[in-house]
């Protein structure tokens, strides 16, 4: 498909509903992060992927949202460090730290309520826009 559409991004996605336990023992230590990053590194590589797209949008206390924003940073370093891209799917119960939100190439946030989503997308999109307008090349 992407010899036909040479602007068709493929990613693996990585969590889901059910998964948050086995996501919170994935990224609980350095030790854990780092085997993640690598095998989800790895697999992009091995599968020619364009990225990954994290679907953890319930990370319960502050540990595992402390773990899930140093697993961020990571994974986003090792990817675009390759050309790759970093998606989430989030939920709209506790917002990441401030300092995740350039690691993220995009974001979907599908339990918010329709204006919240559109208030939300307006942040996202300036923050984005200023972020990637900071990257470019002058």
């Excluded at 989030?90 to 730290?97: H, N």
């Amino acid at each position: 498909a992407k010899h036909k559409n040479t602007k068709l991004r493929v990613s693996i996605c990585v969590g889901g509903w059910s998964r948050g336990k086995a996501f919170a023992e994935a990224v609980s230590s350095k030790e854990n992060r780092n085997r993640f990053v690598n095998s989800l590194v790895a697999f992009c590589e091995s599968n020619q992927l364009d990225g990954v797209d994290l679907d953890w949008e319930f990370p319960k206390g502050d540990k595992q949202y402390s773990d899930f924003a140093l697993f961020i940073e990571q994974l986003s370093g090792r990817l675009r460090a390759e050309g790759r891209r970093l998606t989430a799917a989030l939920g709209e119960t506790r917002p990441l730290p401030a300092h995740c939100w350039p690691h993220l190439d995009q974001v979907l946030c599908n339990e918010l309520p329709t204006l919240a989503q559109e208030a939300l997308r307006a942040v996202v999109i300036g923050v984005c826009e200023s972020i990637f307008k900071s990257r470019s090349p002058s």
